[in-house]
């Protein structure tokens, strides 16, 4: 089934040791997301990819870094993680122009010891 | 601002007590209002899309509507297997993000 797959599930790194989260999608949409989620809140925008533009939210921290080597793949950086980081990650795809609703990935829980 | 609200934060009814779920936003140029549903430790999942006020649309127990300041999410006879958080979410005109509110987290016991 096509769909959108993020690894790991659950991710444990220490404060300050960078982490890279994964997602890959089978579904050939053009956009790719990645949204910040802490616990009862609504997810937050960090970035999105139009094709190989790069969207960046103003209030996204510099910490969090992301790249899209090619459409079916997309990963974020979190370069120094502190304690305030640990949430949900998700990652989500949609296809510009069509109306569609993004997909969701299932997401990968950070925690930072 | 564009902004989303969701209410009540959290909702406890008993199985087959039908309710509703209040999303209310202000948005410049709004694209599209999404209704996901969202288990525990999971990513949300599509439940549907209302594009103009009128708009109505059904799934099993579930229909949303749109008026040009909120959407209701109304359940019909809920079961234990309802419960989850249901989230609101808007799409601009101008962008293709969605902005999402807080969700109401919705409780069904037998």
């Known amino acids: 089934d096509a769909m959108v797959i993020q690894n790991p599930r659950y991710q444990v790194t220490q404060f300050g040791k960078p982490v890279t989260l994964s997602c890959s999608q089978t579904?050939?949409?053009?956009?790719m997301y990645w949204y910040q989620q802490k616990s009862s809140q609504a997810p937050k925008l960090l970035f999105h990819y139009y094709d190989k533009d790069f969207n960046n939210e103003a209030d996204t921290p510099d910490n969090f870094q992301s790249r899209r080597p090619n459409t079916s793949f997309c990963f974020l950086d979190i370069r120094s993680p502190g304690l305030g980081d640990a949430a949900m990650y998700l990652c989500?795809?949609?296809?510009?122009?069509?109306?569609?609703?993004?997909?969701f990935g299932s997401g990968t829980q950070l925690s930072v010891l | 601002e564009d902004q989303v609200t969701q209410s009540p934060e959290a909702l406890r009814l008993q199985e087959g007590e039908s309710s509703s779920l209040n999303c209310s936003y202000t948005v410049s140029g709004l694209r599209g209002l999404f209704w996901y549903r969202q288990d525990p430790g999971k990513g949300p999942e599509f439940l549907f899309t209302?594009?103009?006020a009128g708009e109505e649309k059904e799934k099993e127990r579930l229909k949303a509507t749109l008026t040009k300041k909120e959407s209701f999410l109304h359940i019909t006879a809920p079961k234990p297997e309802d419960s989850a958080t249901y989230l609101c979410?808007?799409?601009?005109?101008?962008?293709?993000?969605?902005?999402f509110g807080k969700g109401t987290t919705l409780s069904v016991s037998s």
């Open positions: 579904l050939n949409h053009n956009v």
């Open positions: 989500a795809t949609s296809r510009a122009g069509t109306g569609s609703s993004p997909f």
């Open positions: 209302l594009y103009s």
């Open positions: 979410a808007v799409a601009r005109r101008a962008g293709t993000a969605l902005i």
